[in-house]
């Protein structure tokens, strides 16, 4: 009785120890992007997220010169918001700040290293690297803030998101306002997100 | 002259016409009580949370959190550590924090652990606050306030003491702590109703030892304890300004240290009504189903009338009406009896909300408001009657072309 107290003790404190390397990964679909709007105010948050399959057509790194292109055009595209997501003139938004961005997405990790463990970490992640390479998936981050006369004007918005990127199915979008929050779904065969009702 | 004609040959056949309109009765009632209850779930479940931005809890699914966090329906995958709570909490977007600790009962209703700041943020309907009726919020460690429905259901007043039972439908009664009524909240019509609140505290002192058979600590040494919560079921977050709470929401469900899900509880509604949306059409063709079955039950019984009434349609012929008196005649009737239908139906409906309104109320925590029917239910009670009218055409047509050679032809 005392051997397996002492058993399951080690167990619990030594298990931890192993365990120290948390590993994981956000869900991944092509075709779908993710679009956050939050209204607040005069003002107007957006995050966009979208699979580089569906924006660039590939998710491997870009090597060749007009991969490297693509992207960058990509990206440059993507820190307009007004030309993607186009906003009822009533409204005369301008835009105040604009980052858009690649992100490989790889396993979170978040090593809390055990000494003994420290010889074989550069090993480590060069392999890690490697493997990012073949199956990590990459995903175009951008984020916007506009400032808009009159918010409440935003009836709609037009998604030629969609024009742009002829890979992109569909947005799910959240939109948070005064109201409360609520979810849409963008597709491709309907480029228009109704906001009726939302202010 | 024809209103009354037709109104006389109905009251003549009383018996089938009373059961025609019966069955018109209830297949309205059904139809327009699945509309209230789709509708009245709806506007119920959304009426129960508002002001709360996001609602954090272990990772699952958002739907799943939204149920057990927000409506007590069905449990936690995991909880929440105390550490990564105040990890959050101490989050600079964070404007306000409320903790929420399930899995303890008391006879049929849950008990909540949280702090007293719940009283202050929870919101429903639209950004009401919760209202102390009688005594007042969690002063002492031993204090819990109640739900309306628990107080009504056990006849509970306050400073009266209850015991907090682990689990749910639980034997394992900690009945060496017994908690005192301290308030009992304003019927809201949400899950609080059957809640007992207690303080996060308590719900860590009912189980300092509990599993030991026949040890008790004395409640005041209890109150001396120091009594730090281990894990919390979920916890309801506030953020400082909206365009911070997808930023916030983005760091808690990447939070590395512990697998945590931030949902918005509007969306994850929306999710939900998504899911049930498939249920309810089914629902909805179903009793539209009954609807078309009961006119076309009265149609049967027009061709079946018209056997009987040969001779009448032939008087009427012989008398001088035309054939189209004949039709408006047997419509007239159809008419009549759908509005009847229609209207014993809504009579019918009210009732049954009247009887069913506080049983539902207290099976499943929906409430469902006695209103006058909206335009809608006007337009299907409308579409009821035309097509009522629609249906009994095809008699009548029948009987436009027979009503003369067919009574007066002597049949052997």
């Known amino acids: 009785m005392k051997i397996l107290s002492f058993l399951v003790a080690t167990a619990i404190t030594v298990t931890p120890v192993l365990a120290e390397e948390n590993r994981q990964l956000d869900a991944h679909e092509h075709g779908v992007g993710q679009l956050d709007m939050a209204f607040d105010g005069k003002q107007i948050a957006m995050e966009l997220h979208a699979p580089g399959a569906d924006i660039v057509g590939f998710e491997y790194e870009a090597e060749s010169a007009p991969e490297r292109a693509a992207v960058d055009a990509a990206v440059a595209t993507l820190a307009g918001p007004l030309g993607l997501f186009v906003l009822p003139d009533a409204a005369d938004c301008s835009v105040v700040q604009a980052t858009a961005g690649l992100e490989r997405e790889e396993e979170h990790k978040d090593d809390d290293h055990v000494d003994d463990e420290h010889a074989d970490d550069n090993h480590a992640e060069a392999k890690h690297e490697d493997h990012a390479n073949e199956a990590g998936h990459t995903e175009f981050h951008a984020e916007y803030l506009l400032t808009c006369a009159d918010p409440t004007a935003i009836n709609n918005i037009n998604f030629s998101y969609f024009d742009s990127f002829p890979n992109a199915l569909e947005v799910e979008v959240q939109v948070i306002t005064a109201a409360g929050a609520t979810s849409f779904e963008v597709e491709r065969d309907a480029p228009t997100l109704d906001l009726r009702g939302m202010f | 002259m024809i209103l009354r004609l037709a109104f006389a040959s109905l009251i003549a056949r009383a018996l089938t ?36 931005d996001l609602i954090v809890g272990a990772r699952s699914g958002s739907v799943q959190l939204l149920l057990y966090s927000v409506f007590r329906i069905g449990n936690a995958t995991n909880n929440l550590t105390w550490e990564t709570y105040q990890d959050i909490a101490s989050h600079p977007d964070v404007d306000w924090i409320v903790p929420i600790s399930l899995g303890d009962s008391h006879r049929q209703f849950r008990v909540m652990g949280t702090t007293p700041t719940f009283f202050e943020r929870y919101k429903y309907r639209s950004g009401k606050s919760l209202v102390v009726n009688d005594g007042a919020i969690i002063d002492d460690l031993f204090d819990a306030v109640i739900g309306a429905d628990v107080a009504a259901t056990l006849g509970y007043s306050v400073s009266d003491p209850i015991v907090v039972a682990h689990g749910l439908a639980s034997f394992t009664e900690h009945d060496d702590q017994p908690f005192r009524v301290s308030g009992i909240l304003e019927k809201t019509g949400t899950p609080v109703d059957r809640t007992v609140i207690i303080g996060m505290r308590a719900i860590e002192a009912i189980h300092v030892d509990w599993q030991v058979q026949g040890q008790s600590t004395p409640a005041d040494a209890l109150r001396q304890m120091e009594l730090e919560p281990q894990a919390v079921t979920a916890a309801l977050v506030g953020v400082k300004g909206r365009l911070k709470v997808f930023g916030l929401q983005r760091f808690i469900n990447e939070y590395t240290q512990e697998p945590l899900l931030a949902i918005l509880p509007g969306v994850a509604l929306q999710e939900l009504w998504q899911i049930v949306s498939i249920a309810e059409t089914a629902l909805v063709g179903v009793s539209a189903m009954v609807v078309i079955t009961a006119l076309i039950g009265m149609m ?24 189209r008196v004949i039709v408006g005649l047997l419509v007239l009737e159809a008419i009549v009896m759908a509005t009847l239908g229609a209207l014993v139906g809504l009579e019918l409906l009210y009732i049954g909300l009247t009887i069913g309104q506080p049983l539902i109320d207290s099976a499943f925590g929906l409430w469902l408001p006695i209103e006058p029917p909206t335009l809608r239910e006007v337009w299907v009670l409308l579409v009821v009657i035309l097509a009522g009218a629609i249906v009994s055409m095809v008699p009548a047509l029948r009987a436009y072309r027979m009503s003369l050679a067919d009574g007066m032809t002597v049949r052997i």
């Open chain 2, 17 to 52: 016409v009373g059961m025609t309109i019966l069955a018109i009765a209830l297949s309205v009632a059904l139809f327009l009580g699945v509309e209230k209850i789709r509708t009245g779930a709806k506007a119920s479940f959304a009426d129960t949370i508002s002001g709360t």
């Open chain 2, 300 to 323: 049967a019984t027009i061709f079946s009338s018209l056997n009987e009434r040969r001779r009448e349609m032939a008087i009427f012929r012989a008398m001088g009406a035309r054939p």
